[in-house]
């Protein structure tokens, strides 16, 4: 089955700090995958996509990871600040036209001062 | 370039009754997809049409049905409306189907 797993739940930093998010996912065939941030009321946006053969893509201050051996991917987010307090969704896509995008649950990020 | 654009933002219709949701999509994006968003079960996919054709569907009753026109324009109609369908409704549209999802900013749905 189909599935994307992300940890944790809820998280909660200081402003200044580094966070990383982890996403495992069983989706095959692996097509791509993305992390997407999304402000409390609005729809997601999209931070960064990974093909099978990229291994680590960069947008500012995020850093995203991903291992297709192990199926796991993370969100590196460097000195955070409070506009960081967001979801943040991990999205698969399986390599065949007709199957929807397998979504995470989300990881709730809360930066404080 | 205009967004993906959803309407109306906010809604609120009493249990029973019907409700028709829009979605345009970005120019040159044929893909449209929806999905609802509720806090407990995140993401969850409607359906996704391409082409004025219905692609793919999600586990949903047949209380929630869609379509796109001939200008990709989609709508999304819920039908005997029930308090469990209170969520935010969003839509994402891409060029080709499988890639380059750019979502709406969402209809919230609210049913009492």
């Known amino acids: 089955k189909n599935q994307v797993e992300q940890s944790p739940q809820s998280l909660i930093i200081l402003e200044g700090k580094n966070c990383t998010l982890q996403?495992?996912?069983?989706?095959?065939?692996?097509?791509?995958l993305r992390w997407y941030k999304q402000d409390t009321g609005r729809g997601p946006v999209s931070l960064t996509i990974m093909t099978f053969s990229e291994n680590t893509k960069s947008n500012g201050r995020y850093t995203a990871t991903l291992d297709a051996d192990t199926k796991q991917s993370s969100l590196h987010i460097t000195a955070s600040q409070l506009s960081d307090s967001a979801s943040y969704i991990c999205?698969?896509?399986?390599?065949?036209?007709?199957?929807?995008?397998?979504f995470g649950k989300g990881t709730r990020l809360s930066v404080i001062a | 370039k205009a967004g993906v654009t959803q309407t109306p933002r906010y809604l609120i219709k009493t249990r029973g009754q019907q409700v028709t949701l829009s979605c345009s999509p970005i120019s040159g994006h044929r893909s449209v997809s929806w999905y609802q968003q509720t806090p407990g079960q995140g993401l969850q996919f409607l359906f996704e049409y391409f082409s004025e054709t219905q692609r793919n569907k999600g586990n949903f009753p047949g209380r929630f049905s869609g379509r796109q026109f001939s200008n990709s324009r989609s709508e999304m109609n819920v039908s005997t409306l029930e308090l469990g369908d209170s969520a935010l409704y969003l839509c994402?549209?891409?060029?080709?189907?499988?890639?380059?999802?750019?979502f709406g900013s969402g209809t919230r749905l609210t049913v009492v």
């Open positions: 999205v698969v896509s399986a390599n065949s036209g007709n199957t929807p995008l397998v």
């Open positions: 996403c495992n996912y069983t989706v095959s065939p692996f097509s791509n």
């Open positions: 994402a549209s891409s060029p080709i189907q499988g890639h380059g999802y750019t």
